[in-house]
T-cell receptor, first 116, second 111 residues
């Protein structure tokens, strides 16, 4: 089955620690995205990548970092510089990287990060 | 400023009671509008894409429509399993073709 996987499902972190969230897709999609979802708020874009070895900051990139070394993988690191990291993190992918007409995004199951 | 607003924030219906969810948008140029369904603790599930005013798409009890200012998600004779949060997103024509999500409508269908 084609799809997007995220791991782990739940993650606990102590203050001051960096942590990396995994996102893998086997849909052969070019574009991948990371969102943060907080209660009562819409999805907010952290980073996105339209092609391997290239990525762009989204609206709330501060305190986060990403890499895109392979088409299938787009890991997100939450650094100790992120002031309020407790949230639900969603990874998504889409066939096109922007101006494509079919740019609907397909989401993974999410990772819930809690900072203790 | 580009903006997407969904209403109502929450909606409770009896099973079989049809209704509509609204997604109004103010953007410089619309490339596409997307509807998603999200169950608690899970990632959003893609439902529809609409590209131009007048377009309609259907899937089971759901029908999405689009005008130049808003989109409606019509739910006909809903069942309890339709309970979820429904998210609307728009893709804005521009340098980055960014996608903006609304905050969603929480729908609860009572048996």
């Amino acid at each position: 089955d084609g799809g997007i996987t995220q791991s782990p499902k739940y993650l606990f972190r102590k203050e001051g620690q960096n942590v990396t969230l995994s996102c893998e897709q086997n849909l052969n999609h070019d574009a991948m995205y990371w969102y943060r979802q907080d209660p009562g708020q819409g999805l907010r874009l952290i980073y996105y990548s339209q092609i391997v070895n290239d990525f762009q900051k989204g609206d709330i990139a501060e305190g986060y970092s990403v890499s895109r070394e392979k088409k299938e993988s787009f890991p997100l690191t939450v650094t100790s510089a992120q002031k309020n990291p407790t949230a639900f993190y969603l990874c998504a992918s889409s066939k096109g990287g922007g101006r494509e007409p079919h740019n609907e995004q397909f989401f993974g199951p999410g990772t819930r990060l809690t900072v203790l | 400023e580009d903006q997407v607003t969904q209403s109502p924030e929450a909606l409770r219906l009896q099973e079989g009671e049809s209704s509509s969810l609204n997604c109004s948008y103010t953007v410089s140029g619309l490339r596409g509008l997307f509807w998603y369904r999200q169950d608690p603790g899970k990632g959003p599930e893609f439902l529809f894409t609409l590209y131009s005013a007048g377009e309609e798409k259907e899937k089971e009890r759901l029908k999405a429509t689009l005008t130049k200012k808003e989109s409606f998600l019509h739910i006909t004779a809903p069942k309890p399993e339709d309970s979820a949060t429904y998210l609307c997103a728009v893709q804005v024509i521009g340098r980055d073709d960014k996608i903006i999500f609304g905050k969603g409508t929480r729908l609860h269908i009572l048996p």
